[in-house]
C-alpha cells in the first residue's frame, strides 16, 4: 500500500472507520516519531495514521517530536495531511462543539523544533497562507452536507503548553485570534517544509481562560468525547472527495523559491 493521505490524530481523536493493514516503525534522522504508523483503508481509500501524543496519549504538546512526525510521514510517500485537533474559543461566536477550518496561525510557542533547514544549507520558505486552499475547501463543503456547524476562517494562536493561559494572556490572544491551540506550530510549517498539503480541523472545546468559566482538562477531554463520531464522520467524508493530483494549490512549490 501506498497511501497519500495521512492522519496526524489529536485529543480524542482516532478513526475507528480506518481498516488496519499495517503498523510501521519508522526512525528518522530526528528521532523516533510519536509512535507506530497505522497504514489502512478509510471509505475505499489508503490513509496513513498517526496519533500526534501517542497511542496512550502519554506525550505532552511541548514534547513532540514534531519533525520526526512529518519526516516519516513525507518518508511514506505523504502528500496531505490532515490534522484534527481541540482547541480553545477566543470569540463568544465560536462555540464549544463548533468546528474550525484554520486557515491562519500566529506562534507564541518558546522552545521547539521550528524547521528542517538547520545548515549548511539555508531555506527561507513563503507562507503567507499556511494551510492549504484546497483541502479547505473540501472540507467546508463536507460540513455543509453533514450539517456540522463550521467557520470556514479561523486565525489560530499556539502557544507553548503544556499549561492553559491565564486570564490577561487569553484577553490580549483575543484581539488578534479566534482560536487558541497547542500544537499547530511548528507542525504546519514543517509539512509545508517538505511540500506537503496540510489542513488543521479544530475542535472547539472551551471558551478559554477569558471567559468566566475555567478551562481544564477534564473539559476538554469531554467535549472531544462527545464530538468524536462527528469528527470521524467528517474524516470519512472529506477523504474520498480529495484529487489523486494536486493541481489547484501551491503547496507542493513552497520550496521554488525559498533558497538564497
Known amino acids: 500500500m501506498q497511501p ?9 481523536v482516532y478513526p475507528d472507520k480506518l481498516e488496519i493493514v499495517n503498523e510501521i516503525d519508522i526512525h528518522t534522522p530526528y528521532g523516533s516519531p510519536s509512535s507506530s504508523i497505522a497504514i489502512g483503508v478509510m471509505n475505499g481509500i489508503e490513509v496513513a495514521f498517526l496519533p500526534r501524543h501517542g497511542k496512550n496519549h502519554t506525550i505532552p504538546p511541548h514534547m513532540i517530536n514534531y519533525r520526526a512526525n512529518i519526516y516519516a510521514l513525507k ?16 470569540k ?9 477550518i484554520v486557515d491562519q496561525f500566529i506562534d507564541f510557542t518558546k522552545s521547539r523544533k521550528y524547521t528542517f533547514f538547520d545548515g549548511p544549507k539555508t531555506e527561507h520558505i513563503a507562507i503567507p497562507d499556511p494551510f492549504c486552499p ?10 455543509k452536507n453533514l450539517k456540522i ?7 489560530c494562536v499556539c502557544i507553548e503548553g503544556p499549561r492553559f493561559s491565564t486570564r490577561a494572556e487569553s484577553k490580549m490572544f483575543r484581539q488578534f485570534a479566534d482560536i487558541i491551540s497547542m500544537t499547530i506550530v511548528p507542525e504546519c510549517q514543517l509539512a509545508r517544509e517538505m511540500n506537503m498539503c496540510y489542513m488543521s480541523l479544530a475542535t472547539i472545546t472551551d471558551y478559554d481562560a477569558w471567559s468566566e468559566e475555567t478551562v481544564d482538562a477534564m473539559t476538554v477531554s469531554k467535549v472531544m468525547e462527545e464530538n468524536s463520531e462527528k469528527i470521524r464522520n467528517l474524516l470519512g467524508a472529506i477523504i474520498p472527495k480529495i484529487p489523486v493530483k494536486r493541481e489547484k494549490c501551491n503547496c507542493p512549490k513552497t520550496l521554488e523559491s525559498s533558497a538564497l
Open 4 to 12: 497519500k493521505i495521512g492522519i496526524i490524530g489529536g485529543t480524542g
Open 75 to 90: 518518508q511514506l510517500g505523504i502528500e496531505r495531511i490532515i490534522s484534527p485537533c481541540a482547541v480553545g474559543s477566543l
Open 92 to 100: 463568544e461566536e465560536y462555540k464549544p462543539g463548533d468546528m474550525v
Open 134 to 143: 484546497e483541502l479547505n475547501q473540501i472540507a467546508e463543503i463536507e460540513c
Open 149 to 155: 456547524n463550521s467557520h470556514n476562517n479561523g486565525t
